[in-house]
């Protein structure tokens, strides 16, 4: 009964062992740099691999004499080669191996000849590197660097860009990098609001409906006030008034600024969401003060889900917006239930992320917020909400 099954087992055993030494013939071939010569190895190997087979199989006398010869000469053919497998990780890690090492420019010396102020020198540099490596980014960057940050030369840097942005097949991250890039110092060093606006809306134009779009659009939004704050901090002269002399002893209290009006501040948000819908930042601000000065939580939601389902947002800004519209759940409405609902959303989005384990860990603890949550006192919108907070276009 057991002999049949013992010879099925002896040719799977068999079999299985040709596959792995097959594998590992063709590993080895494909590796070789000398495949005549192993092939060479292999023909002589196999007869004498089958005589000791033969040998071992059929114990007598004579046979460790017998067998010492066809080992002798297989450790003659295959003892170099074992060696060197056994040894390599050694080796690679004193002589860093036989493999050739990609070719990559270098600008350490373009670098060396700029901060010794060997401006013209160092461009040159980069160019050379550039004719060997057609198309490197970081070349073209470096060479429009040394014009614009060195030389002060905004055209010269722009041309540099605009030559590495018209160049086929560039990578969607480079393109963006450089347009960025183009728009800081046309912003920082032009001051040209308008022309560094430009740049980003190529970077919209160009990669429409991805997050290099969104982030652009983001710039764009609040590069007119950085703007015109840069200006002001660079043109005004700034003068300290004379203190009082006698605060100290003085009755009567130091006076206070006014808070912002609230409606005010909500009339400038919605002007600059009307101009540029896509400005996150703003849109969460006003969110937060409907809910907080005007008891709205239902507009302030509204301003929130259209940040939540903006496409190309990241992941943390989304379930930051949800935390953010949990709190108000909990501190506006004194809601815990939407709030648990609101945070089950970023475990529904995100599963098994940081941020769901973060949402289950504060669902443990809603109801601590909810008793620290105060009422506050509710504030109606009035004639605003009809003209303003209302009919503000949300597409």
Same mark, same amino acid.
């Given at each position: 009964?057991?002999?049949?099954?013992?010879?099925?087992?002896?040719?799977?055993?068999?079999?299985?062992?040709?596959?792995?030494?097959?594998?590992?013939?063709?590993?080895?071939?494909?590796?070789?740099?000398?495949?005549?010569?192993?092939?060479?190895?292999?023909?002589?190997?196999?007869? @004498?691999?089958?005589?000791?087979?033969?040998?071992?199989?059929?114990?007598?006398?004579?046979?460790?004499?017998?067998?010492?010869?066809?080992?002798?000469?297989?450790?003659?053919?295959?003892?170099?080669?074992?060696?060197?497998?056994?040894?390599?990780?050694?080796?690679?890690?004193?002589?860093?191996?036989?493999?050739?090492?990609?070719?990559?420019?270098?600008?350490?010396?373009?670098?060396?000849?700029?901060?010794?102020?060997?401006?013209?020198?160092?461009?040159?540099?980069?160019?050379?590197?550039?004719?060997?490596?057609?198309?490197?980014?970081?070349?073209?960057?470096?060479?429009?660097?040394?014009?614009?940050?060195?030389?002060?030369?905004?055209?010269?840097?722009?041309?540099?860009?605009?030559?590495?942005?018209?160049?086929?097949?560039?990578?969607?991250?480079?393109?963006?990098?450089?347009?960025?890039?183009?728009?800081?110092?046309?912003?920082?060093?032009?001051?040209?609001?308008?022309?560094?606006?430009?740049?980003?809306?190529?970077?919209?134009?160009?990669?429409?409906?991805?997050?290099?779009?969104?982030?652009?659009?983001?710039?764009?939004?609040?590069?007119?006030?950085?703007?015109?704050?840069?200006?002001?901090?660079?043109?005004?002269?700034?003068?300290?008034?004379?203190?009082?002399?006698?605060?100290?002893?003085?009755?009567?209290?130091?006076?206070?600024?006014?808070?912002?009006?609230?409606?005010?501040?909500?009339?400038?948000?919605?002007?600059?969401?009307? @101009?540029?819908?896509?400005?996150?930042?703003?849109?969460?601000?006003?969110?937060?003060?409907?809910?907080?000065?005007?008891?709205?939580?239902?507009?302030?939601?509204?301003?929130?889900?259209?940040?939540?389902?903006?496409?190309?947002?990241?992941?943390?800004?989304?379930?930051?917006?949800?935390?953010?519209?949990?709190?108000?759940?909990?501190?506006?409405?004194?809601?815990?239930?939407?709030?648990?609902?609101?945070?089950?959303?970023?475990?529904?989005?995100?599963?098994?992320?940081?941020?769901?384990?973060?949402?289950?860990?504060?669902?443990?603890?809603?109801?601590?917020?909810?008793?620290?949550?105060?009422?506050?006192?509710?504030?109606?919108?009035?004639?605003?909400?009809?003209? @303003?907070?209302?009919?503000?276009?949300?597409?």
């Amino acid at each position: 009964m057991t002999h049949p099954w013992s010879n099925a087992i002896d040719v799977v055993s068999w079999v299985f062992v040709v596959l792995i030494l097959a594998c590992l013939s063709w590993r080895a071939y494909k590796r070789s740099t000398d495949r005549g010569s192993l092939v060479v190895r292999w023909i002589i190997s196999a007869p @004498l691999i089958w005589i000791l087979l033969r040998l071992i199989h059929s114990v007598n006398l004579y046979t460790p004499i017998f067998v010492l010869i066809p080992s002798l000469i297989l450790a003659v053919l295959w003892a170099p080669s074992i060696g060197t497998m056994l040894c390599k990780p050694l080796t690679v890690a004193l002589d860093g191996g036989d493999e050739e090492a990609e070719a990559r420019p270098f600008y350490f010396i373009a670098e060396a000849k700029r901060q010794k102020g060997l401006f013209e020198e160092a461009m040159a540099e980069v160019r050379r590197q550039l004719e060997k490596f057609p198309g490197d980014c970081e070349g073209y960057t470096k060479l429009a660097s040394i014009q614009m940050e060195d030389l002060k030369d905004l055209p010269a840097a722009e041309a540099t860009l605009n030559e590495f942005l018209g160049l086929p097949e560039r990578a969607p991250k480079e393109v963006a990098g450089a347009l960025h890039l183009l728009s800081d110092w046309q912003l920082q060093f032009g001051r040209d609001a308008q022309a560094a606006i430009g740049s980003l809306q190529r970077i919209v134009q160009l990669y429409p409906d991805t997050p290099f779009a969104h982030a652009a659009e983001q710039r764009i939004a609040r590069l007119g006030s950085a703007d015109e704050t840069s200006r002001v901090r660079h043109h005004s002269k700034f003068t300290v008034a004379p203190g009082r002399r006698d605060v100290g002893l003085s009755k009567e209290s130091a006076a206070v600024a006014a808070p912002a009006d609230p409606l005010a501040l909500a009339e400038e948000y919605v002007r600059q969401l009307e @101009l540029h819908p896509s400005d996150t930042d703003t849109r969460e601000k006003l969110a937060v003060l409907y809910a907080e000065e005007f008891q709205r939580l239902d507009m302030a939601s509204e301003q929130l889900e259209q940040l939540i389902e903006l496409p190309a947002e990241p992941p943390k800004h989304v379930a930051r917006w949800l935390n953010l519209l949990a709190t108000l759940h909990i501190k506006v409405a004194h809601d815990a239930a939407a709030a648990e609902g609101t945070l089950r959303r970023v475990m529904e989005k995100f599963p098994g992320s940081a941020m769901a384990t973060m949402a289950m860990s504060r669902l443990a603890s809603l109801q601590s917020e909810l008793k620290a949550s105060q009422k506050v006192q509710t504030t109606t919108l009035g004639a605003y909400e009809k003209d @303003l907070g209302l009919k503000q276009s949300h597409e």
